[in-house]
Structure formats: structure tokens, C-alpha cells
């Protein structure tokens, strides 16, 4: 069923050409179109079934009823307004950024049709060669609307992430980073300083445990870089309180106090098997 | 080929277990007994073919050739004394202890021909439950002689873990310590507080990314209690370092300098894609 008349992806990486793949192989859009930095990416793109047409110029996007950013988040902020240019006053903007209040602050000001999401379906695996229709299924997808978030346009993009499989959850923008700066962006940071601090010759030692903690240690460098400082305040808390929880083990460690250790560890296996 | 006329295994749990399954599979021993405090441990060894006599009680070991020790560290500790009147000098002693300077310096005392090792192959699985007979296939076994180690015992548990499928590699106890603070002891520290940190409420957003690098936070909480206060100088070293590296990850959020931080995260995301 044809929700859109034409759809375009601007970023067409791993979620947003997840996207595209999902929209046309359900026939959810007329037409989808990607716009990309990378002619390259755009060619695996068309290749992939992702996009109809694709292009490293914005214009491609105009007449598009429904835009949706899948960039790291700065490159968001900065083709709000020239996005704002090409598109009419009816169109559906979203973006599917990791970090939401600043974005959507800005957003909804330049664009009256905006709804800021959040699909949890990231991984360290990147770009368009990654893409798969499949991405969503079965995932959370965050809503972040405010009270100027237009109802009908909230509803359509309702349709559109349940089709595409995604369970959606909706949040205000400060929770969505309050809570992201823990389950999400405390544990990149804490897998990158992991790795920074195991010196490099006793890495072939290592087993799978480390591994799995480190996974996502070779996520994006850059686009992490925008997410830690576009969520700078929840995250500098979320740190500090891993610093302090790190602390606590140590002390025990240090004064020898085997009770209050396996209190401790005791706790966090418990609450670590509920996660599944 | 047999190498050894009775197997005695102290502790069948994943490791202990996987290593008498292994041995049985491949007819190395002529008998394999099995130590548990449980009886439903021993039933489960014995119906998984791991041991083919178990008892609560120590006095089964008389007799054997080779008593593999595989229970946690503190209580390798206070068994050592107990077995040393059961077996013959001629008998070959080993661990599979996490940490080892320890155990070795105590037991190379008490035994004639010990000598310590530690089978890379753990995980946050635990249990005979989980053990398998192809459980070190592949994966590293560190020894660690010393010179005090009797070069024979040392040539037949060689043969022995060979045919097991482990690469072999030794080690000083004090380098083993050392080396497995980071990869191992620190990794676990570090998903053990990571869970801690995160509120209970937010874990319903947890996506793979927070699964993956807490996973080994649902470890058994004795015997890492133990693994920690064992290698306690190396590991509160290792865990001051990842402090360290938190703290200047948090310094360039908070300075929001953004090349620094693209910098540092570059260098860990090689770092984690040669792990592989």
C-alpha cells in the first residue's frame, strides 16, 4: 500500500538505506530517491534495490512529500535550512538522529510537518553494503514529538515505521537523550575506552569476552564524535556515574572486603540475565 | 592414545567439565573421576560422559596420575593442602585458575610436579551444563612454569592439551596476571559496572549494542569476587588506567573539542577492527 508519493532519503548509510530497502520492497512510496556525498554509495544503492534515483545534489529532493535525514547529527543541523528551500510546506520531515533535543528544537522551527524518531537498530557495521530491508523488524523505533508536532503528519509516520516493522515508543526529546545517554551512549564510550586502555601486544590474548565488550568500539569515529556532543550534558553525568559504580569495585577491591564485592557483582549478574 | 591411567577432575563445572569430556571422547585416560560439592553436578558429568565415577568426597583422587584442578581460585587455595596426602608424588598437578601467581607459588611448593595453567576459553556460561568436549578447540592455553616446574610433567600436560585442540603459549605467573588484568579481568570489571550504572528503568530500550558489552556482566559472581582480590595490584592498575581514559574522553566532551575526541575514538575504532 503506497503511503507517500515519492520518498527521499538524505544519507543513505546503513538506517537510512535500511529505509529505502524496507519502503520499496513493501511498495510503500511512488518513488524513493537517495542523496549521498559518495557517487559510489549511490550506485550500491540503486544496485540494492534501495533507491530509484540518486544524486550528490539536494535538488533531487524537491517534490518529495515525505524527507527523511538518516545523517550523522551535525550534518542534520546544517542542511535544515537549505532542505527548508526545496521542499513545500507540506511535506513530512523526519530524521532518524541518535541524540534528539537540540535537533528537534531546531527542526521544528524551520519545518511546520517535523517529527523527530529514533530507530534503536544501529550496530558498528556502517554504510549502504550493511543495508537490509529487514533492519527494523522487530525493533524500537522512538518518537520524540513536542506539542507542535502536526497530529496527521505523527500518524503517517506511524504507518510508515509499523510497516516497516518497528515497535514505536513515544518519549519528549530530553528523556529520549536522558535515557539514550545511558543504554547507548555510556556504553560506546565505555567500549572505546576499553580498548584505548589494553596495551596494543596483549591484544592476542584477548578472548570473547572482550570482544563482545569492545564490539562496538569500531563504530563510526566521526558520527560518535556528533552524537557525545550533541548529548555533551547527559552524557558527562552518565560518565560520571560509571566513574563512581567503577570506584566502588575498585575500593572493595582494594580493602580486600570479598562480602560487599559479591554483593556488588551478585546484583549486576542479576540485572545483566534479565536482559536476555 | 592413552596418556594417563586415572584422570582426577576437582570441580566439573564448564571448564573442569568440558576438559574430562574432551579426555573421555578421545580415550586419553583410562578412568576419569570427577570432585563436586553437588551430587546433581556428578549425575549430570556422569550422564554427559564427562567423568565415569564422581564423588562429593576428595579420597576418589587416590591413585590418579593426573589431578587436574579446576574449581575457583580461593578454593584451588584450601584444597591443595587436603589433596597433597591423597596423591603420590609421581602424580601431576595443574589448575586452570584465572589468575596464577597465587596458586603457583603456593602449589609449586606443596607438589612435586605441578604445574599451572589457564585454558582462554570462558565464558559467562557456566556450569557442566554448558561444557563441551570441543570447548578449547582453537582457542589458547597459557602455561605457566616456573623454574621449579619438572620439564616431563610439563612435556605430558603439553601432549595432553595439544590433543585438547589448544594453541599453547607460555608465560611467567606474574606476565599471565598481568596480561589478563586487561583483556580479561578489566573487560569483566568494566561490564560488571556498566550494568550497575544504568537505571533498571531504561533497560527496556537496551539495544545490541548494551547487550554485547555487558553480556560477561552475568558471570558468576564467587568466582570473579575471587579473580579480583587474586590479581588485586595488576587489576587495580588496569582499572585506574580505564578511569584515566574515561575521564579524557569526558574531558574533550565537556571542552566540546571535537578533533580530540574524533582522535581518540579513530584510534580505538582501529584498535577493535584488527581484533577482529
Known sequence: MKLFNKVAIVGVGL?????????????????VVGVSRHKKTLLLAKR???IDRGSQDLN??????????????????NLAAKISTLVSKECIIS?????????VSKLERIFPRYIGTHPLAG????GIVNAQSDTFK?????FTPTRYTDKKA???????????????V???????????????????????????????????????GLKDTTRIAASDSELWADIFLSNQKYIVKAVTSFQENLGRIKSAINKRDKKLLIQILKKARVKRAALG
Chains 1, 2 share one sequence.
Not at 533531487?60 to 543541523?77: Q, Y
Not at 522487530?138 to 522512538?142: A, F, H, K, M, N
Not at 535515557?179 to 564510550?189: D, E, K
Open 15 to 31: 538506517i537510512g538505506g535500511s529505509i529505502a530497502q524496507a519502503i520499496k520492497k513493501k511498495g510503500l512510496a511512488g518513488e
Open 48 to 50: 540494492l534495490k534501495a
Open 138 to 142: 522487530g525493533s524500537l523505533c522512538i
Open 60 to 77: 533531487i529532493i524537491k517534490g518529495a512529500d515525505l524527507v527523511i535525514l538518516a545523517t550523522p547529527v551535525d550534518i542534520i543541523m
Open 95 to 103: 530524521d532518524v538522529g541518535s541524540t534528539k533535543q537540540r535537533i
Open 170 to 208: 513515544i518519549l519528549s526529546p530530553e528523556i529520549h537523550d536522558k535515557i539514550l545517554s545511558f543504554v547507548s551512549h555510556l556504553a560506546h564510550l565505555a567500549a572505546f575506552s576499553l580498548i584505548t586502555t589494553i596495551p596494543a601486544d596483549y591484544l592476542k590474548f584477548a578472548s570473547g
Open 154 to 168: 505523527q500518524e503517517k509516520l506511524r504507518s510508515l515505521w509499523t510497516k516497516l516493522g518497528a515497535k514505536l
Open 123 to 126: 550496530s558498528e557495521k556502517r
